[in-house]
Nanobody, 125 residues
Framework: QVQLVESGGGLVQAGGSLRLSCAASGGIFSIDAMGWNRQAPGKQRELVAHITYDGSTNYADSVSGRFTISRDNAKNTVYLQMNSLKPEDTAVYYC???????????????????WGQGTQVTVSS
């Protein structure tokens, strides 16, 4: 089945950088859009960054200018480069794939959405 696996989270000091990766697998033909969301303790899950198949991007105001999202369509992978990290960025970061078309184990999946299990990012002050 289709799976998304995040990596690259960890502990970093304020002002530092991290690069998150998310690889989608499972007989995938195409993915319309990929993105990153995050959920901090006591807060709602929020959109961090989003990128379409053709490279159009958007960012939350709180991360604009500090984070950069990119994707490698051939590898079905999305990245999030996070610079100038702040303690407020501490959260579990979830990868999302929207509009996934795949064929796996005799089943055809058309334009379905998937979530990764999340990776923890902790920024110390």
């Amino acid at each position: 089945q289709v799976q998304l696996v995040e990596s690259g989270g960890g502990l970093v000091q304020a002002g530092g950088s991290l690069r998150l990766s998310c690889a989608a697998s499972g007989g995938i033909f195409s993915i319309d859009a990929m993105g990153w969301n995050r959920q901090a303790p006591g807060k709602q899950r929020e959109l961090v960054a989003h990128i379409t198949y053709d490279g159009s991007t958007n960012y939350a105001d709180s991360v604009s200018g500090r984070f950069t999202i990119s994707r490698d369509n051939a590898k079905n992978t999305v990245y999030l480069q996070m610079n100038s990290l702040k303690p407020e960025d501490t959260a579990v970061y979830y990868c999302a794939a929207q509009g996934v078309t795949a064929y796996d184990s005799g089943t055809y999946y058309r334009s379905q959405d998937y979530w990764g299990q999340g990776t923890q990012v902790t920024v110390s002050s």
